[in-house]
């Protein structure tokens, strides 16, 4: 980002309701002074992973990490249950917080909700998405993502992180831990459907998404495989790629400096291009 627009703060957190009803927690970064910002959507590991992103982002524009219903504690209402829903339960908190010019960036399955969200954003909240090794779509080709049901967690971690450093050590993990841990994995289990890495329909979709979309992709994800990721953004209708050298599913843990590069490039040269 080339002009800050906001003066950094320590995050903060906080329950907003939503038109529903419903209840969403999230964590601020920075101040609602424009009216614009960032919403980061994060995968099956929970909202942390996009914690980094989001407080390295706060100098320069205002942000917001939800915990998907059902996440860490989280109450998850009944027959709220599919991606489809959290896209429509994020657009409403855009209209809560009137936020507009929104870029939105997912990481894996935050990635998959984010083009959801897209697709349906009829108050044109949203003005650009970053997809972050992303999930959702059954590709053309032959890369597709793993299914990782029922794999142990530390081979699910190999294939994530190029860098062992950045691995969760779960054998030092209490019970408490584990529980969290294994409670996530099955809200994600409802919210992903049968086919749990994919709506068979979402790929046909995407070219209607005409708003600026940047796929930034591990080059090394044993998830998400890089063809897959360039196959996704063949399939939006302004889709722009970036591979991330050394990184796995999540660069903006691995590599957040060639993250950050990648996304201010776009900014610069798609979204805003020449400062407008």
């Not at 002009?3 to 329950?15: D, G, I």
């Not at 793993?146 to 969760?168: C, H, I, K, W, Y």
Request: net charge negative; hydrophobic share 40%.
């Amino acid at each position: 980002m080339s002009t800050p627009t906001t003066t950094a703060s320590a995050p903060a957190s906080r329950t907003v309701t939503i038109a529903t009803g419903m209840p969403i927690t999230l964590t601020e970064f920075g101040a609602n002074t424009e009216g614009a910002g960032v919403l980061y959507l994060h995968g099956g590991a929970g909202p942390r992973t996009m914690l980094g992103l989001a407080g390295a982002l706060a100098e320069h524009v205002y942000g917001i990490v939800p915990t998907h219903p059902g996440f860490d504690g989280t109450p998850r209402p009944e027959r709220f249950d599919t991606m489809a829903d959290l896209a429509d339960a994020y657009l409403d908190l855009l209209d809560e917080l009137d936020l507009r010019g929104v870029m939105v960036i997912g990481n894996s399955v935050g990635g998959w909700i984010a083009s959801e969200m897209a697709l349906r954003d009829n108050h044109h909240r949203i003005g650009a998405i970053v997809l972050i090794n992303a999930t959702g779509i059954k590709a053309v080709g032959s890369e597709q993502v793993t299914d990782v049901r029922g794999m142990a967690p530390a081979r699910l971690s190999e294939l994530a992180f190029a860098n062992a450093a950045f691995r969760p050590d779960f054998a030092s993990f209490t019970d408490e831990q584990r529980a969290a841990a294994a409670a996530n994995q099955q809200t994600l289990a409802v919210y992903s459907g049968e086919a749990f890495t994919h709506d068979p329909k979402l790929r046909r979709r995407l070219h209607r998404i005409t708003v600026p979309a940047l796929v930034v992709w591990g080059e090394t994800d044993g998830v998400s495989p890089l063809d897959y990721g360039r196959d996704y953004a063949a399939a939006l209708g302004n889709g722009h790629f970036a591979p991330i050298a050394d990184a796995g599913h999540f660069p903006q843990i691995e590599q957040i400096g060639a993250t950050l590069g990648a996304i201010g490039n776009f900014v610069d040269t798609v979204v805003k291009p020449e400062g407008d």
